[in-house]
């Protein structure tokens, strides 16, 4: 046997196995195993997943989602959900010739202190007016700004992924001009509450005040 193989071998033989699982707010549903030669090791690891891993429906195959390794205890990893992302394919074939593409992306801070980056698009089923375009985009703002007034990082990131939040946005802004599709393309969880204390919320930000 080569120096190279038995190298290799040892390496993996110091490793354990952990069990990585979702927070709470998915239900605790294991993601997978990974290999550490110590625990501390995976603290703040990403782990990807797809909102299929989550549900088991086949049609979630498109959201991907990444989890932060935050606290480890026996041969268990908890997490902490850090956002998703459409993968490029699904993103790729809701684009239309002749269509519209309304974005908004916008900076929030959830009722319990976590600040986040959200990305939405709306897409029209024909071409439509800019003024129309500023409609939706408030909408967007309107009904985001509402939902983390009133909901937690574990209510607010249920509704992002489960897609209650985009099915507000449409069946509010489908009377401005018709839809094909509205959804939360992607999120980011910017920084955790600084203190347990409740976190003053700035005014979201706008793509178009960014």
Do not use: C
């Amino acid at each position: 046997m080569s120096s190279k193989s038995k190298k290799i071998r040892d390496k993996w033989r110091g490793k354990a196995w952990y069990l990585v699982v979702a927070p709470h707010y998915f239900g605790n549903v294991e993601l997978g195993s990974v290999p550490a030669g110590d625990k501390e090791q995976l603290i703040g690891r990403i782990v990807e997943a797809t909102l299929y891993d989550i549900t088991s429906d086949f049609s979630h195959q498109y959201l991907k989602m990444f989890f932060q390794v935050s606290e480890v205890e026996g041969k268990t990893a908890s997490t902490l959900f850090t956002g998703h992302e459409y993968s490029r394919d699904y993103l790729r074939s809701l684009v239309r010739r002749r269509t519209t593409k309304v974005d908004g992306i916008f900076t929030l801070v959830t009722k319990d202190g976590y600040k986040m980056r959200i990305a939405v698009s709306a897409l029209t089923l024909s071409r439509i007016k800019t003024s129309q375009e500023k409609i939706i985009r408030k909408i967007m703002e309107e009904i985001i700004n509402e939902k983390t007034a009133a909901l937690n990082f574990d209510q607010f990131i249920q509704e992002v992924v489960l897609g209650k939040i985009a099915s507000d946005i449409y069946n509010k802004a489908k009377k401005v001009a018709p839809l094909r599709h509205v959804g939360i393309r992607k999120s980011k969880l910017i920084a955790p509450p600084v203190t347990p204390v409740q976190v003053a919320k700035p005014p979201i930000q706008t793509a178009e005040q960014a």
